[in-house]
Nanobody
Framework: QVQLVESGGGLVQPGGSLRLSCSASGSINSFYSMGWYRQAPGKERELVAGITSSGRIYYGDSVKGRFTISRDNGKNTVYLQMNSVKPEDTAVYYC??????????WGQGTQVTVSS
């Protein structure tokens, strides 16, 4: 099994920055993708960013140009640098890991609140 531990969430002012991390442990295959989805109250879950085992990166339209995803394969860790945050970014951010041989895994979620 795979476990994901998220950290870095919290309260941040509009225009500020926040850095999320997600570390995976357990039975991890060589080929996997990691990233984040988020869900705001009353809204559907949406893709924030993802990065494949080959380094291909995907961003949701609402965060392009503001968020940056990166990956440390040696630590099985993915990071999300959130800059120029907006109140609309307020959500629970869920880290995911997708490994074709074993399936999808999710973190517990970390709350990000953007407010003055």
């Amino acid at each position: 099994q795979v476990q994901l531990v998220e950290s870095g969430g919290g309260l941040v002012q509009p225009g500020g920055s926040l850095r999320l991390s997600c570390s995976a442990s357990g039975s991890i295959n060589s080929f996997y993708s990691m990233g984040w989805y988020r869900q705001a109250p009353g809204k559907e879950r949406e893709l924030v960013a993802g990065i494949t085992s080959s380094g291909r990166i995907y961003y949701g339209d609402s965060v392009k140009g503001r968020f940056t995803i990166s990956r440390d394969n040696g630590k099985n860790t993915v990071y999300l640098q959130m800059n120029s945050v907006k109140p609309e970014d307020t959500a629970v951010y869920y880290c995911y890991l997708n490994a074709p041989a074993t399936g999808n895994y999710w973190g517990q979620g970390t709350q990000v609140t953007v407010s003055s």
